[in-house]
């Protein structure tokens, strides 16, 4: 699935033959550049894999990496070196839009380091009690469970073509409420950051547990506020 | 992945959908829901207080089909049964007589977890101890 973080196995440029780490996009020696390097989006930026990231600097180094990686300067190199530097433009990108967006960041890090985080992992057949209600935002279940209800009378007036105000303004209403949840789970989040990236091993464990069940949560709330956004824009 | 036949029957003819009168104290209320989905399942009893017996029981299910099958089976079950008699149902018996695919294995267990909820619920308002050993009560599910 993801390659093991930290496989600094050093290789040879196989222009320059100079041996150099194998996650770099081009040879520290000749510049050139090397084939791809495989599925890790902080090498691709030559970044320490940390959640808090320097914003700043990460798009630069894209705008920098992008620049490089022009199909007009491979316009005479070998097919090989064309070849190469287009897939290493697919991954610049993708590693760019999943490193700058704090929750997609935070579920591709704690995946590499093995955590389980949201559909994948649903379907297995886990544990009794680890699973069902003790998982649920029990705290939330009621409103789901009313907007759920509200969501279907919604569906149903607009199928018989009638147009209910209130229920409208109840939607939109629940919707913000959610919203606003979600930016409660991406605080929490956000404030976990620290004692995964700098916390001894222990400290880190429980902040990648919290986070995860985060996550779970955040997934949750996602799909109802689509939901909520599908039916009222239907 | 297709549906099986129950499967189907249920989700096209699920029983005992609807609401009990949850301020009742003969009314137990389960609520239960499984994040990774986003399903929501509330399914309630109507026990009465003579006999323990699950006299009605109802349900709501927010979910994909197997969901509202497993839950719409498990009040089939436990209506008729005595309370204790109800908590020995367990999802692999929901698994079965479904035949569930194991990536719908937590759909059964929602059901499971409905089903405790709503007893728990009811002897909270009863006050009835929690039975310590309920789940070894071994009562065959069909």
């Known amino acids: 699935m993801f390659q093991v973080l930290d496989s600094a196995v050093p290789v040879?440029?196989?222009?320059?033959?100079?041996?150099?780490?194998?996650?770099?996009?081009f040879c520290p020696h000749c510049s050139k550049i090397q084939p791809p390097i495989g599925?890790?989006?902080?090498s691709v930026f030559s970044l320490e894999p940390r959640l808090?990231?320097?914003?700043?600097?990460?798009?630069?180094?894209?705008?920098?990496?992008?620049?490089?990686?022009?199909?007009?300067?491979?316009?005479?190199?070998?097919?090989?070196?064309?070849?190469?530097?287009?897939?290493?433009?697919?991954?610049?990108?993708d590693a760019y839009r999943t490193l700058r967006d704090p929750l997609r960041r935070t579920e591709y890090l704690l995946k590499l380091h093995g955590a389980e985080i949201g559909e994948e992992h649903s379907g297995k057949d886990r544990p009794k009690g680890e699973m069902g209600a003790s998982r649920a935002p029990a705290d939330l279940l009621e409103e789901v469970f009313d907007l759920n209800m509200q969501i279907e009378e919604m569906r149903m007036a607009r199928a018989s073509g009638e147009d209910d105000p209130v229920l409208?303004?109840?939607?939109?209403?629940?919707?913000?409420k959610f919203e606003g949840l979600q930016a409660e789970v991406d605080n929490d989040l956000h404030a976990q950051w620290t004692a995964w990236d700098n916390g001894d091993e222990p400290a880190r464990q429980a902040a990648q547990?919290?986070?995860?069940?985060?996550?779970?949560r955040r997934r949750?709330?996602?799909?109802?506020?689509?939901?909520?956004s599908e039916t009222m824009g239907a | 992945?297709?549906?099986?036949?129950?499967?189907?029957?249920?989700?096209?003819?699920?029983?005992?959908?609807?609401?009990?009168?949850?301020?009742?104290?003969?009314?137990?209320?389960?609520?239960?829901?499984?994040?990774?989905?986003?399903?929501?399942?509330?399914?309630?009893?109507?026990?009465?207080?003579?006999?323990?017996?699950?006299?009605?029981?109802?349900?709501?299910t927010f979910g994909c089909g197997s969901a509202i099958a497993s839950s719409s089976l498990a009040t089939e079950w436990i209506k008729g049964r005595k309370v204790e008699e109800a908590l020995a149902i367990k999802n692999t018996d929901i698994v079965k007589e479904l035949s569930l695919p194991p990536v719908k294995i937590h759909c059964s267990v929602l059901a499971e977890d409905a089903i405790k909820a709503a007893i728990g619920d009811w002897k909270k308002k009863n006050g009835v101890a929690e039975a310590a050993e309920t789940a070894h009560v071994q009562v065959a599910a069909q």
């Open chain 1, 12 to 25: 040879a440029c196989w222009s320059c033959s100079v041996a150099h780490n194998e996650s770099t996009l």
């Open chain 1, 39 to 42: 599925g890790n989006y902080y």
């Open chain 1, 52 to 93: 808090n990231l320097d914003l700043a600097a990460l798009e630069q180094e894209f705008h920098r990496l992008s620049r490089k990686l022009h199909p007009d300067r491979f316009a005479r190199a070998t097919d090989s070196e064309k070849e190469w530097s287009l897939a290493d433009t697919a991954l610049l990108n």
């Open chain 1, 168 to 176: 409208a303004k109840s939607l939109s209403e629940a919707k913000a």
């Open chain 1, 209 to 216: 547990k919290t986070m995860v069940a985060l996550l779970d």
């Open chain 1, 220 to 228: 949750y709330l996602s799909n109802l506020v689509r939901e909520v």
């Open chain 2, 1 to 60: 992945m297709a549906y099986s036949d129950k499967v189907v029957d249920h989700y096209n003819n699920p029983r005992n959908v609807g609401t009990l009168d949850k301020s009742s104290n003969e009314v137990g209320t389960g609520l239960v829901g499984a994040p990774e989905c986003g399903d929501v399942m509330r399914l309630q009893i109507r026990v009465n207080p003579e006999t323990q017996v699950i006299e009605e029981a109802k349900f709501k």
